[in-house]
């Protein structure tokens, strides 16, 4: 059984959010619910650099669900809704979910997204803001990304592509994919290659050997919920705008 971890390097990670836009298609999140968020570290708007003239930097964090080997979402939750696979996947399932909405409250990541309706209104809220009167799509059942349902080998439902009005929801590591053999979405549709995925049992695999040669930090460790994502940390941070900003200063002064 393996035990699926992710390595997201923040040398390459080019804050471009891609990994948002290809988990919402893929993943046919309601307008406003996102699964993945990218931010700039220190800024409070993204792709602003940080520091002080001549010493910037800007250095991007994403962060999906960190699938944590100790979740305290799964803990609170009082029906069992939310827990942990086998594989180490944490997983909501859809028909158990009843909406008290402890796990948002109890994961440090705020990573957890609620449904306040049906993702056919919300749909049809997003079509009219644009200036539509109808749903945009020709066939009012469609809608983009995985096309089908998906349960767990016990039948329990992790995935449909109209969630239910009341339930909680978030990163999956697209259960759909990767019970088939294939990463998540966000994996693949990186552009810059930032992404491993794979098993964390397997000293083998890629992102074991990653792990074990590279220096990588995980979110909130204090917290002791040991997450399955780790960062692989930017080289020489702090002193890429320095460099970078002195070079072109000393341009120009002899031009001066």
Same mark, same amino acid.
């Given at each position: ?27 046919? !999140? ?6 993945? /968020? ?13 520091? =002080? ?15 944590? @080997? ?9 029906? #069992?809704?939310?827990?942990? /696979?086998?594989?180490? !996947?944490?997983?909501?399932?859809? @028909? /158990? ?15 957890? &997204? ?6 056919? +209104?919300?749909?049809?809220?997003? $079509?009219? +803001?644009? #200036? ?5 799509? *020709?066939?009012? #059942? ?6 089908? @349902? ?22 999956? $590591? ?6 088939? #053999?294939? *990463?998540? *979405? ?26 074990? +040669? &590279?220096?990588?930090? =995980? !979110? /909130? @460790? ?19 705008? +320095? ?14």
């Amino acid at each position: 059984m393996p035990r699926w971890g992710m390595v997201i390097d923040l040398n390459r990670c080019i804050g471009c959010r891609s990994c948002a836009v290809v988990c919402k298609i893929h993943n046919s !999140l309601p307008p406003g619910t996102w699964w993945q /968020r990218v931010e700039t570290i220190g800024a409070k708007t993204h792709h602003t650099p940080v520091g =002080r003239y001549p010493e910037f930097f800007e250095v991007y964090l994403p962060v999906p669900c960190q699938h944590c @080997e100790d979740p305290p979402c799964a803990k609170v939750c009082p029906v #069992g809704a939310t827990w942990q /696979r086998e594989d180490g !996947l944490v997983l909501v399932d859809f @028909e /158990r979910c009843i909406g008290c909405r402890y796990c948002m409250t109890a994961c440090p990541y705020g990573v957890r &997204q609620f449904n306040w309706q049906s993702s056919d +209104k919300n749909f049809s809220q997003a $079509f009219k +803001k644009l #200036g539509f009167s109808q749903d945009w799509f *020709a066939d009012p #059942g469609y809608r983009p990304g995985y096309p089908l @349902e998906h349960r767990t080998q016990d039948g329990r439902l992790v995935f449909t592509p109209k969630r239910p009005r009341g339930v909680v929801e978030k990163c999956t $590591f697209c259960v759909q994919y990767v019970d088939q #053999g294939f *990463a998540p *979405a966000c994996v693949r549709g990186c552009p810059g290659n930032a992404r491993i995925f794979g098993d964390l049992d397997d000293p083998k695999s890629e992102i074991s050997r990653v792990i074990k +040669k &590279q220096n990588v930090v =995980r !979110l /909130r @460790e204090d917290l002791n919920t040991s997450p399955k994502v780790f960062y692989l940390l930017p080289e020489a941070t702090t002193w890429r705008g +320095k460099i970078i900003y002195e070079k072109l200063l000393k341009v120009m002064e002899k031009r001066v």
